[in-house]
């Protein structure tokens, strides 16, 4: 099982950014994934998930009508959409996915991930 995010990059306040999470070795459609964040000397945080099959989002209060996450499920990759970026979007960003047996209201919460990429930062300047 292999999930490789790319597309961080140092960017300005109020830019954008596209990252992806190329995903392998599991059957994508039964999964949901997730992008967490996680700003130096603070805790890991869930930003967004989407289900692969049904394509259901849910995102975190902080990134609403900024963010957006897609998944292309010939790819089996799961793109996030940044606009507007704040500094205090600064964080490594990682994505992660699980089989799709749980609550919606419970896949913002890492304890219940067991494929994880490694992250990718995405510095945001003032």
């Known amino acids: 099982v292999q999930l490789v995010e790319s597309g961080g990059d140092l960017v300005q306040a109020g830019g954008s950014l596209r990252l992806s999470c190329a995903t392998s070795?599991?059957?994508?459609?039964?999964?949901?994934v997730a992008w967490f964040r996680q700003a130096p000397g603070r805790e890991r945080e869930g930003v967004v998930w989407?289900?692969?099959?049904?394509?259901?989002?849910y995102y975190a209060d902080s990134v609403k009508g900024r963010f957006t996450i897609s998944s292309d499920n010939i790819k089996n990759t799961t793109y996030l959409q940044m606009n507007n970026l704040k500094p205090e979007d600064t964080a490594v960003y990682s994505c992660?996915?699980?089989?799709?047996?749980?609550?919606?209201?419970?896949?913002?919460?890492?304890?219940?991930?067991?494929?994880w990429g490694r992250g990718t930062r995405d510095p945001v300047s003032s």
């Open positions: 992660a996915a699980v089989c799709r047996k749980w609550g919606e209201d419970r896949y913002l919460y890492t304890d219940i991930y067991d494929q």
């Open positions: 070795g599991f059957r994508f459609w039964d999964y949901a």
């Open positions: 989407i289900g692969s099959s049904d394509g259901s989002t």
